[in-house]
C-alpha cells in the first residue's frame, strides 16, 4: 500500500488544514483498541484486544457510541474480531487474525520495520485460539503490493519462535543491534496486582537474525518475596518503563523503572551499568501507570533526559492519582529527579504521553481518580495538555480543547504521518459491556485466587462502556495558514553521514527530525523516540534546502524505520518514512 504522504512530497506546500486544533470523531475500531501500531510505509494502524466469544458491539453510531446490534466476528464463528487494520484514507476496517490471545501484549520492531508483538493471555481450544503467554507475533511493513490482492496479517511463531518464559504485561523495547528486548511481567492473566509466586522478574531477547537467544535473565529491580506483595514500591512492577539511553560503546543501556527502583541496565552485558534514585513518593509503573518518554534528543550531544508524570499513589486500600511531573538526566554525575511543572488541570493517571514533531509532548486520555486496572479509575481526562520542555518554568503545560469520549482503561495513542494523533479504545470491564457500570462484589474484587486489597475506584453510578469510536486530535501546528512539504529527502540515511533534505518553505528556523511512533498500550509507549538532527545551510543552497547528519550511532537511535519531519519556525511538514542503517 503505496504511502499517501508520498503522493504529496512533491507539492509546494500543504495547504491550512480543514480541522481546526481539537477532536474529531472519524470511525470505528472493530475491536477495543487497547494496543496500537502505525506499521511502516502504510496508511493504517493496526488496533489489539484481548480474544472473547461475541459479547456484542462494535460500535455504529459515531456521535452517540452507540453499538451494533450485532458483534462483529470472524466469518463462520462467533468469535469477536480481536484484531483490526484501519485505514487513515477511507476510515475502514479489515479483520486481522491472530492466532494466539494478545490480550495485554506488547511490542516493538526489528530493523526492517516488522513489528515483533508477543505475550499475551490464556487459549481457548474450542475456538481455535492458541496460549498467548508465550507467543510471538510478527506484522510486516508495507508496502502490501505483490499485484494479487496481498493483505498484511499477523504471523504466529515463524520458524517455531516462542518466548522462553511466560508472560503478561511485559514491556518491549529495541536494543542497538536489532534485537528486541523482553523485560518482566506476570505468568497469570485477569488481574490487576503481581504477586511474588506469578511475577517474571526476567528478560530475555528477540534475535532480529532469527538466531536461538541466550536464556532469559533475572533483573534484580523486578524482584520481591511473599511478604512484600502489598509493597507497591516493589510490587507494582508491571509493563515495566524502558528507554534506550545513547551511549559511545553502542551499548544495550536502558533506563529501566519498576515500581519506585531505577536503574540503568546493560541488556547484553547482563549488568548494572547504574543505580538511579528512585522515582519521588511513589510507584509509577503498573497499576500506578505514570505517563514517561523520553524527551527529544538534540545534536549534537544527544544527552538524554527522562520526562515522568502522574501516575497513582501507592495508598492501600485508595491509590490516589497524582499531578506532579520530574525529570532526570540518567547521565548526570550525581541524577537527581527534578521537579518539573505539575499537571495544570488536576491528577492524572494512565495517560498516554505522545512526543510530537515540533518537539513538545502531548498528554491525553486516562483518568483523574484512581488508578490503571479493571473499574479502578473515574473521572476522565477530557482535555489533553502538551507540554513544552523548552518552556519558561511556570509555563510548560498548555490545556487544549476537550473531547466528549472518556478514554478510560485499554485506551490508546499514536503519532500518524499526518503529524496528527490517532486516539481509541477504553474498556474498563476489559469484557465486552453495553453498560458499563461497576460488577457485582464491587468494590472489591478477586486477584490472583483471593481478594485484592485494593478497592476498585470507579463510582457506583458510573457508566464506561467499552468504546468503539476512533478519533483523530490535531494539535495546533495543524492550523498553521501553510504547512512545509518535503520535497527532496532520501529513502535510507546511514549513521554519521550527511544527507539532504528540502522543503517547501524555508524559515529562520528549519529542524529535521526523526520519529519513532513505536508500539502503545496501558499508558506506555514502548520504542517511541525522537531525534532532533545536526543540520546546516551550505553555500549555494536555495531556500528550504539543508544538509542534515544521520545520528552518529545505533545507541542514539536503533535501526529500524522511521517518519522524517522537516519543521520550519515550529510547524512539521507531513512524515516520510525513511530507513535508518549502517
Known amino acids: 500500500m503505496q504511502s499517501r504522504l508520498l503522493r504529496v512530497a512533491a507539492l509546494s506546500a500543504i495547504a491550512r488544514h480543514a480541522a481546526a486544533a ?31 466469544p461475541n459479547f456484542g458491539g462494535p460500535g455504529i453510531n459515531l456521535t452517540t457510541g452507540a453499538h451494533s446490534p450485532d458483534a462483529y466476528v470472524y466469518d463462520g464463528t462467533d468469535m469477536a474480531v480481536f484484531a483490526t487494520e484501519y485505514d487513515l484514507n477511507t476510515n475502514t476496517l479489515r479483520k486481522l487474525h491472530p492466532k494466539s490471545n494478545t490480550f495485554c501484549s506488547a511490542g516493538a520492531f526489528f530493523p526492517d520495520g516488522t513489528m515483533v508483538n508477543f505475550a499475551g493471555a490464556e487459549p481457548d481450544a474450542k475456538a481455535g485460539v492458541g496460549d498467548g503467554f508465550d507467543a510471538i507475533r510478527t506484522y510486516a511493513p508495507g508496502p502490501c503490493v505483490d499485484g494479487k490482492g496481498c493483505a498484511m496479517d499477523f504471523v504466529e511463531g515463524k520458524g517455531g519462535a516462542h518466548l522462553q518464559s511466560r508472560r503478561w504485561y511485559p514491556t518491549a523495547e529495541t536494543l542497538p543491534n536489532g534485537d528486541v528486548l523482553v523485560v518482566g511481567g506476570s505468568d497469570k492473566g485477569l488481574l490487576v496486582l503481581n504477586e511474588a509466586n506469578i511475577n517474571v522478574p526476567t528478560y530475555e531477547l528477540i534475535k532480529a537474525d532469527g538466531s536461538a537467544a541466550p536464556p532469559p535473565v533475572t533483573l534484580p529491580i523486578l ?43 546493560d541488556y547484553h552485558a547482563n549488568k548494572l551499568v547504574k543505580t538511579l534514585p528512585d522515582a519521588p513518593l511513589e510507584p509509577r509503573t503498573f497499576p500506578s501507570s505514570a505517563t514517561s518518554v523520553l524527551l527529544p534528543l538534540e545534536a549534537p550531544t544527544f544527552d538524554p533526559t527522562v520526562l515522568l508524570c502522574g501516575g497513582s499513589s501507592g495508598d492501600i486500600p485508595d491509590p490516589q492519582a497524582l499531578d506532579d511531573c520530574y525529570t532526570l538526566a540518567p547521565h548526570a554525575a550525581d541524577p537527581v529527579w527534578t521537579p518539573t511543572d505539575s499537571l495544570p488541570n488536576g491528577p492524572q493517571t494512565m495517560s498516554d504521553g505522545i512526543l510530537l514533531p515540533d518537539g513538545t509532548v502531548l498528554f491525553i486520555n486516562g483518568a483523574h481518580r484512581g488508578s490503571a486496572g479493571g473499574f479502578m479509575a473515574d473521572d476522565p481526562v477530557l482535555a489533553p495538555v502538551i507540554y513544552d520542555p523548552k518552556a519558561a518554568a511556570g509555563s510548560r503545560f498548555t490545556t487544549m480543547p476537550k473531547t466528549t469520549i472518556p478514554r478510560m482503561y485499554h485506551s490508546v495513542a499514536s503519532l500518524l504521518p499526518s503529524g496528527e494523533v490517532i486516539v481509541a479504545g477504553s474498556n474498563p470491564a476489559v469484557f465486552y459491556t453495553n453498560d458499563g457500570g461497576v460488577p457485582w462484589g464491587w468494590p472489591k474484587f478477586g486477584n490472583n485466587g483471593h481478594q485484592g486489597f485494593l478497592n476498585q475506584q470507579q463510582r457506583k453510578g458510573s457508566k464506561f462502556p467499552t468504546e468503539y469510536r476512533v478519533e483523530v486530535f490535531s494539535p495546533p501546528y495543524m492550523d498553521a495558514e501553510v504547512r512545509p512539504a518535503i520535497e527532496v529527502a532520501p529513502e535510507e540515511i546511514v549513521y554519521g553521514r550527511g544527507f539532504n533534505v528540502k522543503s517547501s518553505v524555508g524559515g529562520e528556523k528549519l529542524e529535521v527530525v526523526l520519529v519513532s511512533p513505536g508500539f502503545h498500550t496501558h499508558a506506555v509507549a514502548m520504542g517511541q523516540r525522537m531525534i532532533k538532527l545536526a543540520v546546516v545551510k551550505e553555500e549555494g543552497m536555495r531556500v528550504g534546502e539543508r544538509t542534515a547528519t544521520a545520528p552518529p550511532g545505533p545507541s542514539t537511535a536503533q535501526p529500524g524505520v522511521y517518519l522524517l519531519f522537516v519543521v520550519v519556525n515550529g510547524i512539521p511538514s507531513e512524515g516520510k518514512w525513511v530507513k535508518l542503517s549502517y
Open 22 to 52: 481539537g477532536f474529531r470523531t472519524v470511525g470505528s475500531s472493530g475491536c477495543t483498541a487497547q494496543m496500537l501500531f502505525i506499521p511502516p510505509y502504510t496508511d493504517t494502524a493496526v488496533f489489539l484486544d484481548n480474544y472473547h
Open 223 to 265: 524482584e520481591f518475596t511473599d511478604t512484600e506483595n502489598n509493597m507497591p514500591n516493589k510490587s507494582y512492577n508491571l509493563y515495566p518503563i524502558l528507554h534506550q539511553l545513547p551511549n559511545p560503546r553502542a551499548a544495550s543501556e536502558v533506563f529501566t523503572l519498576a515500581g519506585t527502583r531505577a536503574a540503568i541496565w
